[in-house]
T-cell receptor, first 111, second 110 residues
Framework: NAGVTQTPKFQVLKTGQSMTLQCAQD?????MYWYRQDPGMGLRLIYY???????DKGEVPNGYNVSRLNKREFSLRLESAAPSQTSVYFC??????????FGPGTRLTVT | GQQVMQIPQYQHVQEGEDFTTYCNSS?????IQWYKQRPGGHPVFLIQ?????EVKKQKRLTFQFGEAKKNSSLHITATQTTDVGTYFC??????????FGAGTRLTVKP
């Protein structure tokens, strides 16, 4: 039972490049989330998916797209990376309660 | 907009001293959660508070939810080096929106 897994762990991109961050959970949770964490700003919600087939914008969605591929997997795509997207990205999942289980994170640097 | 303010941003204590972090919202929360993130790690759920005035304890950690459900605190008694990390609150609003506080980074000097 791995919980929430994320790939890659680290990534360096040049401005304008694209990439997809992958997330999978094996807890059969309906809800999945993508957050970014920046120093002094806590965690901010980018997008979430309340159930398979649905996605909604969070607090900071600009510059990102998501896909809920199936119940297990929720990916985050940066179409044209910008230095402002340098951050640590966390995927999380939850069931009926608000309690969220976080993945190990992806450290992204955009130069 | 809806937000949760958390103070202090940093706290450095001597091992054995107490530590408290506070969260405050301008609007009523339906519940509040607390998470701990070790350096280089990911947030780990500690507890959820739902009821007005609720107090819960986990060993040396005491969590409180205010009577008006607009503020909360986490108090650690006699800190240990294993308590090092960043503590976040996350408040849920009545529209199911959840906001994290900015976190309090605790360092403990042995």
């Amino acid at each position: 039972n791995a919980g929430v897994t994320q790939t890659p762990k680290f990534q360096v991109l040049k401005t304008g490049q694209s990439m997809t961050l992958q997330c999978a959970q094996d807890m059969n949770h309906n809800s999945m989330y993508w957050y970014r964490q920046d120093p002094g700003m806590g965690l901010r919600l980018i997008y979430y998916s309340a159930s398979e087939g649905t996605t909604d914008k969070g607090e900071v969605p600009n510059g990102y797209n998501v896909s809920r591929l199936n119940k297990r997997e929720f990916s985050l795509r940066l179409e044209s990376a910008a230095p402002s997207q340098t951050s640590v990205y966390f995927c999380a999942s939850s069931e009926a309660t608000p309690r969220e289980y976080f993945g190990p994170g992806t450290r992204l640097t955009v130069t | 907009g809806q937000q949760v303010m958390q103070i202090p941003q940093y706290q450095h204590v001597q091992e054995g001293e107490d530590f408290t972090t506070y969260c405050n919202s301008s609007t009523t929360l339906s519940n509040i959660q607390w998470y701990k993130q070790r350096p280089g790690g990911h947030p780990v759920f500690l507890i959820q508070l739902v009821k007005s005035g609720e107090v819960k304890k986990q060993k040396r950690l005491t969590f409180q939810f205010g009577e008006a459900k607009k503020n909360s605190s986490l108090h650690i008694t006699a800190t240990q080096t294993t308590d090092v990390g960043t503590y976040f609150c996350a408040g849920s609003f009545n529209n199911n929106d959840m906001r994290f506080g900015a976190g309090t980074r605790l360092t403990v000097k042995p």
